[in-house]
């Protein structure tokens, strides 16, 4: 069973940080202006005990582009903390594009060379793009028969997105809000200008 510590603030000092995940975690460490060595310790003290107890931990920061060079150093310091057999930390980073271009600096080339795994989520076509609007207004509980974006307007929404699932996300919502405020049913290309 893993324990995940999600880090959403990651523009945060290094002792902020690691304050944030050992928060996350529920790592006991000294409140009062505890320093980047006492936070390690405490979480290396709460690593070790979760692995005693069966337990893997997962340390999820997101937005990673938005970490300063001293914080990710801090981050390739705590894959160190391991048993003689295993890592007792799996971190995952998700970032925009931006993320590669700060692990390809030479200051950070032991943080990428550790890295094991990577995944980019591409632009979405526009039938994903249909697809993602559709379960995105089926979560928000509005039934398929009611979608207020007809596949016209979808395929102008996947064109200036550029297939970008934030992008779409903006214009479909600031759609939404002038749906609203012109008291219709569907969005039309005017509703999409303004949007």
Request: aromatic share 4%.
């Amino acid at each position: 069973k893993p324990d995940i510590a999600m880090v959403f603030n990651p523009m945060a000092a290094v002792p902020e940080m690691l304050a944030m995940i050992c928060d996350e975690l529920g790592a006991d460490y000294p409140k009062d202006s505890p320093s980047v060595k006492a936070l390690t310790d405490a979480l290396h003290h709460y690593l070790l005990e979760n692995h005693r107890r069966g337990h893997s931990t997962v340390l999820l920061i997101d937005e990673a582009q938005l970490l300063p060079p001293e914080s990710l150093e801090q981050i390739r310091l705590l894959t160190n903390l391991e048993t003689d057999t295993q890592k007792l930390l799996q971190i995952i980073l998700v970032g925009q594009p931006e993320l590669n271009t700060l692990l390809a600096q030479p200051r950070l080339r032991q943080l990428a060379q550790r890295i094991t795994a990577r995944f980019h989520l591409n632009p979405l076509t526009y039938h994903e793009t249909q697809a993602y609007i559709g379960h995105r207004l089926q979560v928000a509980g509005l039934s398929a028969d009611r979608n207020p974006f007809s596949p016209q307007v979808i395929r102008k929404i996947h064109k200036l997105s550029g297939g970008i699932p934030r992008r779409i996300n903006i214009l479909c919502e600031r759609a939404l809000v002038g749906l609203y405020g012109h008291n219709k049913t569907r969005v039309d290309g005017n509703i999409l200008r303004m949007a």
